[in-house]
């Protein structure tokens, strides 16, 4: 089964403080994914990465930053964390040219 | 840019009632529909998708159906459970190769019991 976990499901930061978020997977996908979830919203793609040292914006990047360093590891960075970027934070991973992409269990972050 | 609409919202249906979820894309050149789940608390889980070269898929009480030519894909659950309550989400494949998903913006289901 693949696996992808993130490094907190809980996470309370205060305005202006600087946030990693991280994202392992198991399964050595090529490709990797930061959402971020909010209500009647969907999905929202943040950024991704199709390989190592390699990444896109998404739809909505502004405030963010990725480091993907290694295959399985994808972290998303707060430079300096707003209210407005309270939200649920879902990871997915996919392999190559195939599709269906695999979740991790989302990351509930509070800025206060 | 490219996007996915998906209807209704909330849905709520009693128990053994069947539950449609529709959603229309604009990217013409998408050939990929996944459809997921995300029980409450959970993570977002892919019930079933469909490639642009069928026009139907089922699998067990679960199904969707895509018209190309109107860009929109639906789900279809039948003999509705407890069980089948949850957000789901349809999504559309950017062409291109990218493997990026578009998704929409989710359906809570409620199946009264």
């Known amino acids: 089964d693949v696996k992808v976990t993130q490094s907190s499901r809980y996470l309370v930061k205060r305005t202006g403080e600087k946030v990693f978020l991280e994202c392992v997977q198991d399964?050595?996908?090529?490709?990797m994914f930061w959402y971020r979830q909010d209500p009647g919203l969907g999905l929202r793609l943040i950024y991704f990465?199709?390989?190592?040292?390699?990444?896109e914006k998404g739809d909505i990047p502004e405030g963010y930053s990725v480091s993907r360093e290694k295959k399985e590891r994808f972290s998303l960075i707060l430079e300096s964390a707003s209210t407005n970027q309270t939200s649920m934070y879902l990871c997915?991973?996919?392999?190559?040219?195939?599709?269906?992409?695999?979740f991790g269990p989302g990351t509930r972050l509070t800025v206060t | 840019g490219e996007n996915v609409e998906q209807h209704p919202s909330t849905l709520s249906v009693q128990e053994g009632d069947s539950a449609v979820i529709k959603c229309t894309y604009s990217?013409?050149?998408?050939?990929?529909f996944p459809w997921y789940k995300q029980e409450l608390g959970k993570r977002p889980q892919l019930i079933i998708d469909?490639?642009?070269?069928?026009g139907e898929k089922k699998d067990q009480r679960i199904a969707v159906t895509l018209n190309k030519t109107a860009k929109h894909f639906s789900l279809h659950i039948t003999e509705t459970q407890p069980e089948d309550s949850a957000v789901y989400f349809c999504?559309?494949?950017?062409?291109?190769?990218?493997?990026?998903?578009?998704f929409g913006q989710g359906t809570t289901l409620q199946v009264k019991p």
């Open positions: 999504a559309a494949i950017l062409s291109g190769n990218t493997g990026k998903l578009i």
């Open positions: 469909i490639r642009s070269n069928v």
């Open positions: 399964m050595d996908h090529e490709n």
């Open positions: 990465s199709y390989d190592v040292k390699m990444k």
């Open positions: 997915a991973s996919s392999f190559g040219t195939a599709f269906v992409q695999y």
């Open positions: 990217d013409s050149a998408s050939n990929y």
